[in-house]
Every structure is written in C-alpha cells, then in structure tokens.
C-alpha cells in the first residue's frame, strides 16, 4: 500500500511550500502461512509523510515482524502482534493507519484453552513507539469463561453466558521522568510508581434476540502527561444492551470514564504509546458534512450515551411500498463527568489526588448528534437515501479553541442518490448542507460517482464554505480495481480538519496536489 501526495502551495487554503516535492506512506507486508508455522513481516518506507502525521513517524525500516507456532489449540508468538483484551479498556494494542498508529507489542503472547469453554492469553513485552520502542514494559492475562459449554440445558434452551477477566501490568523505572511539582524548589520531586495495574471484570449474557454486556475496569495510581502527574485510580464502567429480529434491531448503550487514559511510558501524549482504548459511543458518520466536526473520547473522563434504531417496512405494505422501506435513528450524548478539583499548597493540582467526583453528576456537554435515515428503493434502477441529523460539538474542548461560542449547534441534510443506467454503469450523486452560526459558518457539498464495472470509477466533488471563508474544496478522482490491484489517482484541495476513528482523532492540515493511492493484495 502507498498513498503519495505531490503538494502545490495554496494561499488562500493556508498550505504553504513543503520541503519535499513528494510526500509519502508506503507499506509492505508478507504473511506466510501453514499448518503449524506462521510468519510475517512489514517493511515501511515513511522519508517525507503524509500532512498531519506526528514528528516521530518519519523514517524507514522493518518495525514489525513475527513467527507463529499452532498446534492443537494452543499458539505461541515471538515477535510484534496486535492484542485486545475484552472492549479494550484495559488493552488494545492495533494499527490503524488513517491516523498514524501502530502500538504493536514486541515480546511473547501464549493462547491456549485448557478446558472446553475456557480460553487463556498470557503475554508480555514492550510497545512501538514510531521507530524506537517505549520504556515501559507491559505483561497480563486474559480468561473467558463460555459457561454455556458446560450445560447441556443452556444449549438446548439458546442460552449463552460469557464471563471475562484482565489483568495489565506496566512498569517503568521512576528514574525515567523527573517531576517537581514547584520548580524553584529541586529538592521536592514527585515520587512515581514504577508500577501501575489495571483489571478489567465482564459479562455477557445472549437469549435468544436479546444481548446485555455489562464491563468495569479500574486502574491504579498513575501520574503522567495526561493527567497532569495527579494520583487518582482511573475507573471505567460500560452496559450495552440489544434486542434484533428479521427487519428490527434496538441498542441502548450507557459508559462512564473517569482518568483511564493508559500508556506505556507515562511522559508521552498525542496517540502514541496507548496501551487501552476508550470507545467514543457517538456515531462515526461516513457523509463529508456529517465527519465535518468528529468526537474524540476526552481522557479526563465523560459520562457518554448512545442509542439506535432501525426498522425495516416491509414490502408492498402502506409504508413499506413496493421494495420495502428502512428508517434508522441514532442518538448520542456525552458530557463531563463531575470534578471537585484538589490543590498543593502551589495552586496546582499536581501532585495532589486531582479531583473527586460524583459518580453520577455530570458538567458540562461535550457532544450531541441526533440523526434520522430513510433508505428506500423507488424502482428497480433508483435508490434514495435521506439524512437529517442535529448535532452539537463543544469545539473548545474537543479543538482546543472556539469560534463564536464553545458549542457549535448545526443542522445538517443530507441527499444520497444512486441511479442504475444498465447492467454495468450506476450514477451516485450527494447533496449535503450544513447549517449552523458557530464555527466557520455554513457548508454545503456536491457529489457525483460514476461507476463502471468491474474496472472503473469517476469521481468529482466540490465543498464550499459560505460566507467566511468563501473557498471550494474541490476534487477529481479516477479509481481502476483489477484483480488485487486498486489505483486511485486525484487532483484537489482538501480542508483542514480531523480524521477520526472509534473516539481517536488526528489533525489534518490543509493540503493541496495531486495524490496516488495504490494498493495490492496477491
């Protein structure tokens, strides 16, 4: 896979000249696979990345390799691996290369069952930190218990009931850092644990249509960049409940944080070096306008809600009509968690144990998204979607900065139409306005994408902000898929803004060129 990006300055988008003519992300991976052996390695080629990419993603080399043994259920690997014990909130080790992460783990991991319905992992070893390694070495374990395997009755009757357990350790020597909480007094210096634990208990119980997963996890005492070196155990708590059946489907989801931002090396920030992921329970929209103001999880802790549903009308009924109809609505709400802050004798809260906190008071709002989908076929050649959803986004805190008021309170629409012309050629076109007084003011975007199978894809689109900046952020793109191979080239600008996933985000700077993406898969 490479993305490469030839920049052009652009005054009026704020890009100025780069040092190098070419910017590029190029990766190589190769697994081999057998019976009992596994192997695999990724050569990347980062001299001059991509805009946005941190400081320390620079470089070239052979970060990640492996060799996997299996026999009769049980796998041992030496080397880097990826790793996510229960919803992650004690462990997620992943790579996702949107926004520039790879926290793989270089050491040892042992996954075996010794029982049926039961399933151990035990691992060990110290994190990618860009091209040098943290220092902070990370060990635990993992158990699930699958009790239904165990009772013929649970199975007869649809029974399922999963109960899990984690345990991560971390330690780095205090040596490492060096904090005075009053800097004209060198003698008084912060005493740093060496070691911090995080558990993480869970259950889940499935009957039938009906699913609820219940989750908590606690952390010990860890000072860091994060938390602004406070000594207060971080806790988190998650339920999730569903029901679906044939053309329905409900979750109501509820999480509370409080301080559980956990790294590996306690002096890092950004995205580096995290050891465990806080999912963000606001939906990640795929529509330009709707991604136009993303939620990132906020680390000092949040109480966040979410809740979605979806129906399906079916066929040749008043609503349903002749193809069927399908509406989904999604809600989230996510704000701050209650803090009474705790003070040295300096005025800071360094040191100090940070705060206390009503478990279930909460401050102020950080982000809100209520949306409205209608999905429906009108003839064998069209198909319409339709999106409304009001949105409010507490840019101060999430950006860091706000433009006339903290919270920007937007309506946005959206129009998403796909047009069959024959058995190889479909037209999709979008239209999408957003509306709001905050921020930059309004926005609205145009779409057209021609496809023609099974080779070819034509895109062009154009995003114009009214009123304050009055710039177009237009773009030309030609993609050709053939086999393994896809080849995307384009010409355009694209805004300034953040690329997010799953409640992590990345800033991307303003950019303007040519671009080629390429990728192979043999």
């Not at 939620?295 to 129906?311: I, L, N, S």
């Not at 999709?428 to 496809?451: C, F, M, N, P, V």
């Amino acid at each position: 896979q490479t993305d490469i990006l030839f920049p052009e300055e652009d005054e009026a988008i704020g890009t100025g000249k780069y040092n190098d003519d070419c910017l590029s992300n190029t990766y190589v991976d190769l697994n081999l696979l057998s019976k009992y052996v596994d192997a695999g390695a990724r050569l990347e080629y980062m001299h001059a990345p991509l805009p946005g990419f941190e400081a320390g993603f620079k470089g070239q080399g052979l970060p990640y390799i492996y060799l996997k043994g299996k026999y009769k259920g049980v796998e041992l690997t030496v080397g880097d691996f990826y790793e996510q014990f229960g919803s992650g909130f004690v462990l997620r080790a992943y790579e996702e290369r949107s926004l520039g992460i790879d926290n793989s783990i270089r050491g040892g991991k042992l996954t075996f069952s010794p029982y049926k319905g039961i399933s151990v992992k035990l691992l060990g070893g110290s994190q990618r930190h860009y091209w040098e390694r943290s220092d902070g070495w990370l060990y635990g374990g993992d158990i699930e218990l699958n009790v239904e395997q165990w009772s013929k009755r649970m199975m007869e009757n649809n029974w399922f009931f999963m109960l899990g357990g984690s345990f991560v350790g971390r330690y780095q020597d205090a040596d490492d850092n060096i904090i005075y909480p009053n800097p004209a007094d060198q003698k008084l210096k912060l005493r740093l644990p060496e070691m911090v634990s995080a558990f993480d208990v869970r259950a889940r119980l499935q009957k039938g249509n009906y699913s609820v997963l219940a989750e908590y996890a606690m952390k010990s005492q860890d000072p860091s960049a994060d938390n602004g070196y406070i000594y207060k155990k971080g806790t988190a708590a998650m339920i999730s409940a569903s029901y679906s059946k044939r053309g329905m489907s409900i979750v109501l989801q509820a999480k509370r944080s409080d301080d559980m931002m956990f790294r590996s090396q306690r002096d890092i920030s950004g995205t580096a070096l995290t050891v465990n992921h806080l999912p963000a329970f606001a939906y990640q929209h795929t529509y330009a306008l709707a991604a136009l103001y993303p939620y990132a999880t906020q680390p000092d802790g949040e109480w966040a809600y979410q809740a979605e549903f979806r129906y399906n009308f079916k066929r040749r009924t008043p609503l349903g009509g002749k193809y069927g109809t399908d509406i989904a609505v999604n809600f989230s709400h996510v704000r701050s968690i209650d803090h009474q802050y705790k003070y040295n004798q300096w005025g800071q809260t360094m040191g100090s144990e940070g705060y206390t906190s009503s478990f279930f008071k909460t401050g102020q709002l950080y982000y809100q998204d209520l949306h409205f989908d209608l999905s429906k076929k009108l003839t064998k050649k069209v198909k319409i979607n339709f999106m409304y959803m009001w949105q409010k986004y507490n840019q101060n805190v999430v950006e860091g900065h706000a433009i006339n008021g903290d919270i920007v309170n937007s309506h946005i629409f959206v129009y998403d139409g796909k047009y069959q012309l024959n058995d190889r050629v479909t037209l999709r076109t979008e239209a999408q306005y957003l509306h709001t007084k905050q921020a930059e003011g309004d926005w609205g975007q145009i779409l057209a994408e021609l496809s023609v199978l099974p080779y070819l894809m034509f895109t062009v689109s154009d995003m114009y902000n009214f009123g304050t900046t009055d710039q177009h952020y237009y773009l030309g793109m030609v993609t050709f898929n053939y086999h393994g191979h896809r080849l995307a080239a384009s010409y355009g600008r694209t805004r300034a803004g953040y690329n997010c996933s799953g409640g992590v985000c990345r800033y991307v700077p303003a950019s303007k060129g040519f671009q080629i993406s390429y990728n192979l898969t043999f």
